[in-house]
């Protein structure tokens, strides 16, 4: 297991923004993960999981106490029979997807481009493209900030729009079980182009972001109402509405944390004068006061 201190977290989020973790640690294994909490609970260190920082602003101060990534070190993705897949909770999506596709399993096309970690997928409910992850969700594995280990059915979960039990609960995904079904591999090799190509289209992937920046508001399109509200590449210092897709928040260039702080502000002012509706942030923010 690594552990840093003042650790960048500029070099952990697709944002590319964020000042020092106290201490960042990369555990491997169940048991490290573990050890980690319970020195942290020792130390009355607060404790911060990631997976691989694609929703995630970070204040330029950084965040106090201790952040645990599970990424690359705890990434394991095993196919099973039944069509079942296991991936340890910092598998991406996209090798997950690709696991899948080896196998003959459809399901999991639609999340091939979020370019986030299984994990944060499951914390997150996170969907696209008519698929969410709580239809491919069998069992969750979680830990709790004791270091219990908990199991959660599928149906348990209380997936919703970008929401679910674990993250309410604020439990650590150390793993998920998902149940896909069989399929022709090159019809899903067909779905996961089509899918990327569409993204290449219309998002700003060239540029660090963390994807769209508010929820979706019931009946309305948040880059809709922010492009009606004239704010398609409003900008303030580095930080910029995307002038590919107004959903997008994008670091055009040395943003810091308080440029797009400021500007999800000033878009959340300027769009409720304009139609009503208060944009709720999407991304998760770490370190701030408020
Ligand atoms: C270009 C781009 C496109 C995107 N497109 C989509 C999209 O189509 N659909 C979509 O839903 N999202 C999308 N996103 C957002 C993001 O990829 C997802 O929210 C993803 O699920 C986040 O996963 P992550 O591992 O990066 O989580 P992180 O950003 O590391 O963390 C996000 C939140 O999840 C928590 N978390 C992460 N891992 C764990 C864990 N193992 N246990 C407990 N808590 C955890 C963190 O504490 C934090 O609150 C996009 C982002 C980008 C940059």
Redesign the pocket.
């Known amino acids: 297991m690594g552990i840093a201190k003042q650790e960048p977290m500029s070099e952990?989020?697709?944002?590319r923004i964020g000042g020092p973790a106290d201490y960042f640690a990369t555990p491997n294994t169940v048991d490290q993960i573990r050890q980690m909490l319970l020195s942290a609970k020792s130390k009355g260190l607060p404790v911060?999981?990631?997976?691989?920082?694609?929703?995630?602003l970070v204040s330029d101060d950084g965040v106090r106490g201790v952040v645990i990534?599970?990424?690359e070190g705890f990434s394991e993705i095993n196919v099973l029979d039944g069509g079942r897949i296991h991936a340890q909770?910092?598998a991406?999506?996209e090798a997950i997807a690709k696991a899948a596709l080896e196998a003959g399993l459809t399901g999991y096309e639609?999340?091939s481009?979020?370019?986030?970690?299984?994990?944060?997928?499951?914390?997150?409910?996170?969907?696209?493209?008519d698929g969410e992850?709580k239809d491919v969700c069998a069992v969750v594995y979680?830990m709790d900030l004791d270091g219990n280990l908990q199991v959660i059915v599928g149906p348990d979960a209380g997936f919703g729009y970008?929401r679910s039990i674990?993250?309410e609960r604020?439990?650590?995904?150390?793993g998920v079980m998902l149940q896909l079904q069989p399929g022709d591999k090159d019809a899903i090799a067909a779905r996961m182009a089509e899918l990327k190509q569409r993204?290449e289209e219309k998002?700003?992937?060239e540029m660090?972001?963390?994807?769209?920046t508010f929820k979706r508001p019931e009946g309305a399109y948040a880059g809709k109402l922010i492009q009606d509200a004239g704010l398609k590449g409003y900008t303030i210092g580095g930080a910029q509405v995307s002038t590919k897709h107004s959903g997008?928040i994008v670091n055009a260039g040395g943003a810091t944390a308080a440029d797009v702080r400021a500007l999800i502000r000033h878009v959340q002012q300027k769009v409720q004068e304009d139609s009503g509706y208060l944009l709720e942030p999407?991304?998760?923010m770490?370190g701030f006061d408020d």
């Open positions: 952990h989020t697709t944002f911060h999981v990631m997976g691989l920082g694609s929703n995630l990534q599970l990424a909770a910092g991406s999506n639609f999340a481009g979020i370019p986030g970690s299984v994990g944060g997928a499951a914390i997150m409910n996170a969907g696209a493209y992850f979680c970008r674990m993250a604020g439990l650590i995904v150390i993204r998002q700003p992937l660090p972001s963390a994807g769209s997008f999407e991304v998760r770490w």
